[in-house]
């Protein structure tokens, strides 16, 4: 506002302003496995001088204290934020982190990406046979929920096949049958894997060896 001193009339400006949303201030990458319990921490920007910041994400597999709590001594040189990691199965899993300031409304973010990686094995199977001639192994599978699970099944090989999908009632266990069938003699190794929404992703190693037929 502007007065005018000898006229006695006022000047009013009206003012209007739009604050775009702050970008990142960081994009964070981590690795880890199926079904392992990580704990990892990430240096938090020091952007208020003490108080407690509300804890938000979009990451559906960390987890975390929902406030943190910075001091002064903190509020100056920043402090680490401690999160856990745990993926039930493999892929990649990407979202936002976000601090806030719940006086202020001020806030940071954080992208965070996270690989995760196949778990090891539950055991590996040793399976001989000869070249055109197949051969089956028996897989048990538990349930020791109170309701059904669905499983999917996928095979690494295209000579190693089986059942895709079965569902195990509560309280109970499936054999799940995976047929090797090599064309050729050789030695290696194949896969058979287990997805479940409720037990996440376990993997069986197949050692495979075909010897020439007479």
């Not at 496995?33 to 938090?44: F, G, W």
């Not at 493999?90 to 196949?118: N, Q």
């Amino acid at each position: 506002s502007l007065f005018n001193i000898n006229k006695e009339s006022t000047v009013i400006y009206k003012l209007a302003g739009k604050a775009n949303e702050p970008p990142a201030e960081e994009k964070i990458v981590f690795n880890c496995q199926a079904r392992q319990k990580q704990v990892k921490k990430i240096d938090l920007k020091p952007f208020i001088t003490s108080g407690v910041l509300n804890v938000t994400t979009t990451v559906p597999i960390i987890s975390f204290s929902p406030t943190v709590m910075i001091t002064k001594e903190q509020g100056a040189n920043g402090r680490q934020f401690e999160f856990t990691i745990l993926a039930p199965r493999s892929g990649v899993s990407a979202g936002t982190l976000t601090f806030t300031d719940p006086t202020t409304k001020s806030y940071i973010w954080y992208i965070v990406e996270i690989h995760v990686d196949s778990p090891e094995p539950e055991e590996t199977i040793n399976i001989k046979t000869i070249a055109r001639k197949s051969a089956s192994v028996t897989i048990p599978i538990s349930n020791s929920k109170s309701e059904p699970v669905q499983f999917s099944v996928t095979f690494s090989d295209e000579d190693v096949y089986g059942e895709k999908e079965f569902t195990i009632p509560p309280n109970s266990s499936k054999d799940s049958k995976a047929v090797v069938s090599p064309l050729i003699a050789m030695k290696r190794y194949s896969s058979v894997y287990f997805y479940s929404d409720d037990e996440g992703e376990f993997w069986y190693s197949l050692k495979i060896e075909a010897t020439e037929p007479p």
